[in-house]
């Protein structure tokens, strides 16, 4: 199995900042990532895959990079709307697909 | 629009059976596959099985295999997320999503189902 390790678990921005996300995977998984945000009450909505590529609808501001096994995810300036938890997946080691544990995204 | 509809929350006692679903509208249903996601209490997503409805072809997590059992109805666009005998650490938020092939990501989420297994 793929062990998929999100760093940090709790991120404090203030808004308006960059925010920087990290995800590792046990071993390579290609581009094959993607992530998502997951808002209190509320099901996962799909933000990036491909590790680089926006999904429909998703601002500017927040983009993906890496391969092989490490991933960032940034948001280029924070709104209010963007403190969540943010998980990412592997969907490389077909078909066993594997989450991280999330890393929640605070107002400081 | 794409949906994915869940049926409503459960509580059950331990040793009861459930089968919960998840239909599919605004796309072709028998071209996607659906992928089955639990959330425990306060905890992250793991991801369950999979199951492609145009020919029943279905993937399960090992920590998964043989505790629950994924499955589709392709005449109404319904898959299906079954129990023949709940535990308490089955309580958790499950939710269906669609994946465009093997190998992809999931675009679109059902809302959730809540399942609590309490005596």
């Known amino acids: 199995e793929i062990v998929m390790t999100q760093s940090p678990a709790t991120l404090s921005v203030s808004p308006g900042e960059r925010a920087t996300l990290s995800c590792r995977a046990s071993?390579?998984?290609?581009?094959?990532l993607a992530w998502y945000q997951q808002k209190p009450g509320q099901s996962p909505r799909l933000l990036m895959y491909?590790?680089?590529t926006r999904a429909t609808g998703i601002p500017a501001r927040f983009s993906g990079s890496g391969s092989g096994t490490e991933f960032t995810l940034t948001i280029s300036s924070l709104q209010s709307e963007d403190f969540a938890v943010y998980y990412c997946?592997?969907?490389?080691?077909?078909?066993?697909?594997?989450f991280g544990q999330g890393t929640k995204l605070e107002i400081k | 629009e794409v949906q994915l509809v869940q049926s409503g929350a459960e509580v059950k006692k331990p040793g009861e059976s459930l089968k919960i679903s998840c239909k599919g509208s605004?796309?072709?249903?028998?071209?996607?596959?659906i992928g089955w996601v639990r959330q425990m209490p306060g905890k992250g997503l793991e991801w369950m099985g999979i199951?492609?409805?145009?020919?029943?072809?279905?993937k399960y997590s090992p920590s998964f295999q043989g505790q629950v059992t994924i499955s589709a109805d392709k005449s109404i666009s319904t898959a299906y997320l079954q129990w023949s005998s709940l535990k308490a650490s089955d309580t958790a938020m499950y939710y269906c999503?669609?994946?465009?092939?093997?190998?992809?990501?999931?675009?679109?989420w059902g809302q959730g189902t809540l399942v609590t297994v309490s005596s």
């Open positions: 605004g796309y072709n249903f028998t071209s996607y596959w």
């Open positions: 199951i492609y409805p145009r020919d029943s072809d279905t």
């Open positions: 997946q592997q969907y490389n080691n077909w078909p066993m697909y594997t």
């Open positions: 071993q390579s998984v290609s581009s094959n």
């Open positions: 491909g590790a680089s």
């Open positions: 999503a669609r994946s465009p092939g093997r190998t992809n990501r999931f675009d679109y």
